[in-house]
């Protein structure tokens, strides 16, 4: 039995299916990823396999040369900045993440019961996405071996004084909290189907469904709210709303960076992106798996209106940076922002804001022009907007330090083929991730399929 054949059923037959072939239909509809791979599942687990490799080779060449095969240099005499693409792309990926999981959590705390459907896909990004995050701070740093040598052992006291410790303890954290919230959440889904999953996975499953109980769905109901909450709580306050900005805003040397206006750029850039990604990520598995009724064109709308309102609120914040940066505003501060309107880069990132903001308002005054596909593709425009923005942001604070020793020096940037490989390994590892995960578990909660 087809899931049209149940919900659609022909004028000739009857519409008298129980309850629980509709239930069945739809865990057979959920369940669709985890069958023998296909032809274009292959072609494309070996195409980001090859990126992976590439990457290795691009890091393998870094490590045996060091971080002057990078654009990046000193300052002053290095005429160089210290970072660049690598520091960019970490707050990308933490962005992703944060807006990922907050995603999934606002379903459970404020009822967007919309969303649902692509709430488990906002959790695996998360995951993902902060594990690419963690690997540009250990490519940054030059040598891995120095989290063990430098981090770590110094970390009881810097944490204390250090943004970047501070940093590395909240990723770290998050990182445990959506793990746990996974977990927590994908244990009666593993039960319910236990039969029809893998069997390659199961000591997978059993390490997840320890001590699984049908009558403890109230408990882990309840435990998920309450991590839900802590979720929302950390992400706005305390990492990219707080933590991660702190990292640039704490330093009046670089007067790009200094001022309170990070903390809610930060953190409407992190809900932009995530919500774009989410979309990008939605669309793929509707097409794949014709999931046309299980993520239906709500979920579209909303995620169009939402990446539309925080693409405004992050243009929003950007002219208030460009004004007070501009308008009678201190040497140090004024030689930044003019070098950010003068820069096609910057104006790049903004007009593709601005299209997914303009798209996002016609959408939702005239109805009828909403299109899936065409939201899925303006979607990747914030991706791409925050990327670019993000990494300028990073070079452009440095190459204007409020240091008289280093003025008129002299300094340049330019992403090497090296960091250039690093986003085609990040963008590999995530495409391999969701690879294996669609294979061991259900990209969508079964209780929102039923």
Do not use: C
């Amino acid at each position: 039995m087809s899931i049209d054949d149940v919900i659609a059923p022909a004028p000739e037959q009857e519409a008298t299916s129980p309850s629980a072939d509709l239930a069945a239909a739809w865990n057979t509809a959920v369940l669709r990823p985890l069958g023998r791979p296909s032809r274009g599942y292959l072609i494309t687990l070996g195409v980001a396999a090859l990126g992976m490799l590439w990457f290795a080779h691009a890091w393998a060449f870094q490590l045996r040369h060091g971080l002057i095969v990078t654009g990046l240099s000193d300052w002053g005499t290095g005429r160089g900045v210290p970072w660049g693409l690598y520091i960019g792309s970490f707050i990308w990926w933490v962005g992703i993440a944060h807006g990922g999981i907050v995603v999934s959590a606002s379903v459970r705390l404020f009822g967007a019961h919309k969303l649902k459907p692509v709430a488990r896909l906002a959790e695996l990004l998360t995951l993902a996405a902060l594990a690419n995050a963690g690997l540009y701070i250990i490519i940054h740093l030059g040598r891995p071996d120095r989290v063990v040598t430098s981090i770590l052992p110094h970390l009881p006291t810097t944490i204390r004084s250090s943004p970047l410790a501070w940093d590395v303890t909240v990723v770290t954290l998050y990182f445990i909290l959506t793990g746990t919230y996974l977990a927590l959440t994908i244990r009666r889904d593993l039960a319910e189907v236990r039969e029809r999953l893998p069997r390659a996975f199961d000591p997978l499953y059993r390490v997840i469904l320890v001590g699984y109980r049908r009558e403890e769905r109230l408990k882990v109901e309840r435990m998920a709210w309450w991590l839900a909450l802590g979720v929302i709580v950390l992400a706005p306050l305390f990492l990219h709303g707080g933590v991660i900005p702190w990292l640039f805003a704490l330093l009046p040397g670089t007067p790009a960076w200094y001022g309170p206006v990070q903390g809610p750029q930060f953190l409407a850039a992190a809900l932009t992106s995530a919500m774009g990604s989410v979309t990008i990520l939605a669309w793929v598995f509707r097409r794949l798996f014709r999931w046309e009724r299980l993520i239906d064109d709500r979920v579209f709308e909303s995620l169009a209106r939402w990446t539309g309102l925080f693409a405004l609120l992050y243009l929003w914040l950007q002219l208030q940076q460009i004004i007070t940066g501009a308008a009678m505003a201190p040497e140090v501060a004024g030689a930044g922002a003019h070098a950010k309107l003068v820069s096609p880069v910057f104006w790049t990132a903004m007009v593709l804001l601005a299209v997914t903001v303009a798209h996002s308002g016609i959408q939702s005054l005239s109805p009828r022009l909403f299109s899936v596909r065409r939201t899925a593709a303006v979607a990747v425009l914030p991706v791409v907007a925050i990327l670019i923005d993000k990494t300028l942001f990073v070079v452009q604070g440095t190459m204007d330090p409020a240091f008289g020793l280093y003025h008129g020096m002299g300094t340049s940037y330019f992403p090497s083929w090296v960091e250039l490989s690093s986003v085609i390994g990040a963008f590999s590892i995530v495409v391999l991730f969701f690879l294996a995960a669609m294979k061991a578990v259900p990209m969508i909660e079964l209780e929102e399929a039923e």
